[in-house]
């Protein structure tokens, strides 16, 4: 815990040993100066071997503006290259055959308190290609469980060539509404949870199905066809768009 004054985190690994300089480069002090996790409840974010390269800190107080502020980019951390718990649900998801990311550090705890050690989660930033990358090392299938309406939901389906250049299965599981997977299992255990991620579907397949639910039994338009040949164009494997597109002219 570092008290709200700013400086005795500073102070304190200052008396350990450690040059300002050093506390900087591991981003433990922000551009103001001050302690960057004063006042939060801390999670240690580790790499996949379990050492510690970074925090995610949450506020106590419900009027500061930033709920979650997590470690800058340093030399041994990197946002978009690191899941967290990792080390954690490396070997559940090489056993269950399926590694699960959601959103929240507190979404991954509850999941593994539940007895879903598979669960994993990005770290205030977007999906990327080297996160699912290095999730795939472990499991071929790779399920992102994330609420419709959520930010980083909508940015990962910007790229649906990144999912299809992916070693493992890239799917989606679309959470109840006002449910996210804390709430999801705190209300209704691991199986309810589970029977979500039995559901999800391709990233491309959720995308062709946002499309076409527009049409709602009415003729297709040119711009929905379009909108879903867009689609299909960004599957780089031939016979995989063939499959693809099939389907699409069945709902059509």
Known sequence: YAPPDG????????????????????????????????????????DVTGRVVGFGGRALHEDEPAKYIN??????????????AL???????????????????????????????????CLGTALTADHLRLAS???????????ADTAGLKAA???????????????????????????????????AFEEVLDGACSAVEFRLQQVLGELDGAEPTPALMAAAAQILSEVP???????FLDRVADWF
């Open 7 to 46: 400086q005795s985190l500073q102070r304190y690994l200052a008396s350990r040993g450690l040059t300002r300089d050093l506390i900087a480069k591991a981003g433990l002090v922000n551009a103001a100066g001050r302690d960057m996790f004063s006042e939060r409840v801390i999670f240690a974010v580790r």
């Open 71 to 84: 470690s800058p980019d340093t030399p041994v951390f990197r946002k978009g290259e690191t899941l967290y």
């Open 87 to 121: 080390h954690l649900a490396r070997a559940a998801a090489a056993e269950a055959g399926r590694l699960v990311i959601v959103e929240g550090y507190t979404d991954v705890i509850a999941a593994h308190k539940a007895g879903m050690e598979y669960v994993v989660a």
């Open 137 to 147: 090392r472990y499991t071929d299938e790779i399920v992102l469980a994330y609420d």
């Open 157 to 191: 389906l910007r790229d649906v060539g990144m999912f299809e250049a992916c070693a493992a299965e890239v799917k989606i599981a679309l959470l109840p509404e006002g449910h996210d997977p804390d709430t999801l299992v705190r209300a209704g255990g691991a199986k």
């Open 237 to 243: 494997d031939s016979a995989r768009r063939a499959e």
